[in-house]
């Protein structure tokens, strides 16, 4: 009998596109999607363990759904992702009405398990091997790079793909619990990710965002040669029907000449860069074990200004990493002042189990100060994302239409005309009003209003 699954979601790009993946792969196995998790029989729940505070979030959904077997018996409850790598047996300790527990590196696994779960074979735990434990080699056959064939017919945004490069990281900085979570760093073959993407545009796929946790530092060794990401981008320009290539997340020692070259000079490589510098502080960096000081993250600024001058950087920082002074804090506020950043998400330090920074360091800055810190941070920012938009205003751009915008969502209109949604090969989000048949396509906006996160336009197509 076919079963219904509801997948809910949270984290980075890489748990979304786990999420896509896996969603195919269950309706291929015959199972049926859910409208919510209350009717679903098989409720999945793919977690972030980035920050203690999405944890917390997973283990209180999980305690609604405390009785939800009284309702349901044959109900599944499932954790997956990277919250069920760190926590495994703990899991089923805090929450005993859930019965399958599948780490990132296990997804492959997933429909196998299930089945077994439903012939009566109990609760069921499929996590990698322990990284702090075992050494590199034989842990990389217990990460498995989940990257299944993409079905077009199962694909919910034609217009629009992420392809995973790489899985995994090797870089361990301080706080980090990706490297315990997600495993060993791994390129895929360039091959492989050239074929997927060839697939994608056959079926009307006009923008891949290429995935890595370290993406500039994708490397694949084959026949005695070497393909970087600079190499790959051109690789993937060629293919027919694609339109823009975007890269995420990139590693500040990893930006390479070639690498900007490459986005200089291809016409697909979106001049979109976001390059996490985490701090504005030597001392902190230092710390936080990142590989680059202030000095060597603004260098790569001025290269990145010169070679591509258009282009779009964004970061990310941490406040109220352990020790961290009002000075060092200054230095991070300067940074961003002269950075000038497209945009920059900013997180609360929170102390992750078996990362270095959570053994040896005490979590010193009150939550208090954290909190003004960020929020003075995000207003610097804030100031400079608007500025930037501003010098958009009556001007044109192109972008890909995504879809109907969150108003639009909220309202149920009927009516052809709606506020749709779409981004520039920036990244910069466009709001406009025009008919649903532009979804999917890229067209020409005039820029006639700006917010920090938001530009507001119209469609040239439509007014002249
Ligand atoms: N605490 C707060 N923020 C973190 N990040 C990663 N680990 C932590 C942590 N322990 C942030 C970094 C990273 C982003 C994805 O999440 O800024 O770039
Ligand atoms: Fe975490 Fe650093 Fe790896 Fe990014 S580069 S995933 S911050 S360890």
């Known amino acids: 009998m076919l079963r219904s699954f509801f997948i809910q979601t949270v984290?980075?790009?890489?748990?979304?596109?786990?999420?896509?993946?896996?969603?195919?792969?269950?309706?291929?196995?015959?199972?049926?999607?859910?409208?919510?998790?209350?009717?679903?029989d098989i409720v999945l729940f793919?977690?972030?363990?980035?920050?203690?505070?999405?944890?917390?979030?997973?283990?209180?959904?999980?305690?609604?759904?405390?009785?939800?077997?009284?309702?349901?018996?044959?109900?599944?409850?499932?954790v997956i992702g990277c919250m069920a790598q760190k926590d495994r047996q703990l899991i089923f300790r805090r929450a005993p009405q859930v019965d399958l527990v599948v780490g990132p590196g296990r997804l492959h696994r997933l429909p196998l398990l299930l089945r077994r779960i439903a012939d009566g074979g109990g609760p069921c735990l499929d996590v990698s091997a322990d990284r702090s434990a075992e050494k590199t080699e034989s842990l990389l056959g217990s990460f498995v790079p989940f990257t299944p064939l993409r079905v077009a017919e199962h694909r919910p945004v034609?217009?629009?793909?992420?392809?995973?490069?790489?899985?995994?990281?090797?870089?361990f900085c301080s706080y980090c619990v990706v490297p315990f979570v997600r495993g060993p760093e791994q390129s895929r073959p360039a091959a492989a990710i050239?074929?997927?993407?060839?697939?994608l545009a056959d079926a009307g796929c006009l923008e891949a965002t290429l995935l890595g946790q370290t993406v500039n530092g994708y490397k694949y060794r084959a026949g005695g040669r070497t393909v970087a990401l600079a190499d790959l981008l051109a690789m993937l320009e060629p293919i027919e029907g694609l339109r823009r290539v975007k890269f995420v997340t990139n590693h500040p020692r990893h930006m390479t000449d070639g690498l900007l070259q490459a986005v200089r000079d291809l016409k697909k490589a979106s001049p979109y860069l976001h390059v996490p510098a985490q701090s504005g502080s030597d001392a902190v960096l230092k710390r936080m074990k990142r590989g680059y000081d202030a000095a060597?993250?603004?260098?790569?600024?001025?290269?990145?200004?010169?070679?591509?001058?258009?282009?779009?950087?964004?970061?990310?920082?941490?406040?109220?990493?352990?020790?961290?002074?009002?000075?060092?804090?200054?230095?991070?506020?300067?940074?961003?002042?002269?950075?000038?950043?497209?945009?920059?998400?900013?997180?609360?330090?929170?102390?992750?189990?078996?990362?270095?920074?959570?053994?040896?360091?005490?979590?010193?800055?009150?939550?208090?100060?954290k909190r003004r810190r960020n929020n003075e941070l995000l207003a610097v920012q804030n100031t400079i994302s608007l500025e930037d938009n501003r010098s958009l205003l009556h001007r044109t751009?192109?972008?890909?239409?995504?879809?109907?915008?969150?108003?639009?969502?909220?309202?149920?209109?009927?009516?052809?005309?709606?506020?749709?949604?779409?981004?520039?090969?920036?990244?910069?989000?466009?709001?406009?009003?025009?008919?649903?048949k532009l979804?999917?396509?890229?067209?020409?906006?005039?820029?006639?209003?700006?917010?920090?996160?938001?530009?507001?336009?119209?469609?040239?197509e439509l007014t002249e």
């Open 46 to 78: 793919n977690t972030c363990s980035v920050r203690a505070h999405a944890e917390e979030k997973i283990y209180s959904a999980l305690g609604r759904l405390k009785n939800a077997k009284q309702f349901n018996p044959r109900k599944i409850i499932g």
């Open 439 to 460: 979804i999917g396509q890229i067209v020409t906006v005039r820029i006639e209003r700006v917010e920090a996160f938001t530009l507001f336009g119209s469609t040239l």
């Open 194 to 199: 050239v074929d997927e993407v060839k697939r």
């Open 158 to 171: 034609p217009h629009q793909a992420m392809v995973r490069i790489m899985s995994g990281c090797d870089k």
């Open 397 to 436: 751009v192109e972008i890909l239409v995504e879809g109907p915008s969150k108003v639009a969502l909220k309202r149920t209109d009927a009516g052809e005309s709606i506020q749709l949604v779409g981004r520039t090969v920036c990244d910069r989000i466009v709001v406009f009003d025009g008919p649903r």
């Open 296 to 369: 060597a993250y603004r260098e790569m600024l001025v290269r990145i200004r010169e070679t591509v001058p258009g282009a779009a950087v964004t970061s990310d920082f941490i406040v109220g990493f352990p020790g961290e002074t009002e000075e060092d804090f200054r230095r991070t506020v300067e940074l961003v002042r002269q950075a000038r950043f497209k945009n920059s998400y900013i997180f609360k330090y929170s102390p992750r189990p078996k990362t270095k920074a959570a053994e040896l360091f005490d979590d010193d800055v009150p939550e208090a100060v």
């Open 11 to 40: 984290g980075c790009q890489m748990n979304a596109l786990d999420s896509e993946l896996l969603d195919a792969e269950l309706r291929r196995a015959g199972y049926q999607p859910a409208e919510s998790p209350r009717r679903a």
